[in-house]
């Protein structure tokens, strides 16, 4: 038990931020960065923008930190993990739809051939978005993705797709909100996919998550009551110029600091560069091979090309996965 | 200055909430209120929500507390504030279209000859509206928005028209944010001409509103930066059922308190009520011709009447203007 002294000292030392007082350093708010330019480039801008009194200070309500999700915040090899979970969604749906085992690109997919999946294009990558995301109420299909998260495994780490978050971005996340900022997913991933688990897995709470998102219709369920019914129809596509847009209709304030890690994140990043003062635009640029992937601009997931260029024109912030971090994903659970 | 034996007592009093200690009643939180069973709806729900160990408490992070805008924050009459806006807005871009002066429903509404802008229907006010809020960049719209906050004047009362809002309602967002709740503004006014002002005057970020918005399309400005040029096309209407839809889309996250006053506001309300748990629903009721408006069901502009029907029947918290608001704007600056 602590003795009365104790906590008066404690309780001064609470109330009173100018009194100097022997104590540890504080602890490292980016262990898994190693030391180089990308961890040096951020801490100098948090830095800088927190200081009262620098020229480049931002008062928090405009501390706004938008971060790409599929390939910056966690991995989207060897396919993103969202159609992973479609086609999961397909096999388990498959049960009660005979008639797919006839089929295409159902056909294919229930037979493992990804191949005859892939050939079916983009017409049949759709309609399996769409059989597997649409026809149901928004809170029925919540608990279908947080089901999955919760059972299914990636191919190669044998683990939960929302374990294979990078720690260090974590880190980072957790950084800036202790400095005053206010942390958004921007993704062209279903804003839906990605609400029920983000706040556990990110710290982001759903009303923080722009993504690309299909119409709803209100209507009466059996209960009489009120339920939104996810329909087959696209609403706003996320990506490219759609980031640009979609932080606009959500945020309505430009970030001062954005991460992304493809081409898709490049108008998002000249979006945020574009206002006045202090600013930030990150790259995660995947170069391990070993502990996870490598590819950038041959790649048909996760392209890095012209951001690429833009980022070493203007100097951006280029984070080398295999030298800038210590760890890739959070110890297994 | 305070003595140190002072600092001590108020450092332990800020630390250790268990101790008992003289001190004055906490001041009024509803101070605008009369005493009358919607105020006494408010504090006994807050208080349930609120209190550890309650049955019906609920966590911070799901105290989401929606408000509509027009006629619940701030007056709607003689015709909504936007709408106002609009009109000002065509005068002001009439000195470089001397053609309006021959073509209608510009030159109506040139002439004040408001009968006949009416007249022109639903058409001509679309086309008001699409030439009074596009063809501009989001940024430019902005600043237009802004000056005409600053610089019109309400015709009755001759204020502008940010301080017509609902002193009482502002209490009441206060209160609720001062009780872990995030409040949100989820409009069928335009979220462009809502978010520049906002956090001046209810204390809500730009990134809590939710509305009705239209298209943008990004692209480069004259000096090279991007920009969000606002198109003529409609994106999405925030009312009626497009309130339930809009909360999903923008938040996430179903309300467990929620504000209206029209039967626009009606599915959000019946969306707020429909989750499990502790949850609340209050409307407006305009009974104050004296000192604001008095209307409902027979209104052109916020009509209430199915509303007013089914707060009654599910009882609802429906507030008497004239009877439960001490004062309804706040004092003049």
Redo the contacts between chains.
Sequence with gaps: MLSRRT??A???L???PGVAIAQAPPADPLPSWNDGPARHAIIDFVTRVTTDGSPDFVPP?ER?ATFDNDGTLWTEQPVYFQLAFAFDRIKALARERPDWRTKQPFKALLDHDMHRVAAAGEKGLLEIMAVSHTGIS?EEFSKVVLDWTANARHPRYDRPYTELVFQPMLELMSFLRANGF?TFVVSGGG??FM?PWV?RVYGI?????VGS?GA?K?QTSGNG??E?MKLAKV?FIDDG?GK??GI??????RPIFAFGNSDGDL?ML??TM?GPGARFAGLVHHTDAEREYAYDRDSKVGKLDKALDEATAKRWTVVDMKHDWKVIFPPAK
């Design positions: 906590i008066v404690l309780s001064l609470a109330v009173l309500a706004i928004t206010k804003i839906e609400r706040e709470p759903p009303e923080q998550v998102s709803v209100l009551k009120p939104l609403e110029p640009a847009a606009n209709r959500f945020i309505g304030r108008q000249q979006w574009a």
